[in-house]
T-cell receptor, first 108, second 113 residues
Framework: GQQVMQIPQYQHVQEGEDFTTYCNSSTTLSNIQWYKQRPGGHPVFLIQLVKSGEVKKQKRLTFQFGEAKKNSSLHITATQTTDVGTYFCAGPNEKLTFGTGTRLTIIP | NAGVTQTPKFQVLKTGQSMTLQCAQD?????MSWYRQDPGMGLRLIHYSVGAGITDQGEVPNGYNVSRSTTEDFPLRLLSAAPSQTSVYFC????????????FGPGTRLTVT
């Protein structure tokens, strides 16, 4: 079956440093979504990418979808304490296969 | 709108007991699903439904039953609880549109002893 891996599994950064998580699928995805889960909370939708090579930005967050539509990345510029949580990629469509997640912790 | 609600928030069961996790949404979403989340792992799909009266299996359906008699409700039944079913369970819903954004409930933390 489809597998979605994310690296790194954990990332500890100083506040103000950048952060990147990478997502790789074993199969081509028609679209990919990103979710954020705060500690003790539930996943919250961030964005959906559909087109090959697509880049979308949300304030300090930059999302990319690979040319082959098998990989994606999320980059956060100048992390803040509010960015703490686990970031998941997932896809495709509504019957989601979730990645393993990257847990981000911030050192103030 | 309350969004997606789940009850109970916490539950402890003994091995062999049965119970039903409740999920309801007030957004008139056609699609609903159940996921389980285990430590250090992503969410895994248990069952899903594309509309009232229609359900199907996800990645890890064994030991769970679902039904969808109304658009709003999608309960998950554990038939005979096992320690391997200790997990956090999330219900999610979405409408069929341009995006596949899933709206998640707050989760039920289940412990089976």
């Amino acid at each position: 079956g489809q597998q979605v891996m994310q690296i790194p599994q954990y990332q500890h950064v100083q506040e103000g440093e950048d952060f990147t998580t990478y997502c790789n699928s074993s199969t081509t995805l028609s679209n990919i979504q990103w979710y954020k889960q705060r500690p003790g909370g539930h996943p919250v939708f961030l964005i959906q990418l559909v087109k090959s090579g697509e880049v979308k930005k949300q304030k300090r967050l930059t999302f990319q979808f690979g040319e082959a539509k098998k990989n994606s990345s999320l980059h956060i510029t100048a992390t803040q304490t509010t960015d703490v949580g686990t970031y998941f990629c997932a896809g495709p469509n509504e019957k989601l296969t979730f990645g393993t997640g990257t847990r981000l912790t911030i050192i103030p | 709108n309350a969004g997606v609600t789940q009850t109970p928030k916490f539950q402890v069961l003994k091995t062999g007991q049965s119970m039903t996790l409740q999920c309801a949404q007030d957004m008139n979403h056609e699609y609903m699903s159940w996921y389980r989340q285990d430590p250090g792992m992503g969410l895994r799909l248990i069952h899903y439904s594309v509309g009232a009266g229609i359900t199907d299996q996800g990645e890890v359906p064994n030991g769970y039953n679902v039904s969808r008699s109304t658009t709003e409700d999608f309960p998950l039944r554990l038939l005979s609880a096992a320690p391997s079913q200790t997990s956090v369970y999330f219900c999610a819903s979405s409408y069929f549109g341009l995006t596949y954004e899933q709206y998640f409930g707050p989760g039920t933390r289940l412990t089976v002893t």
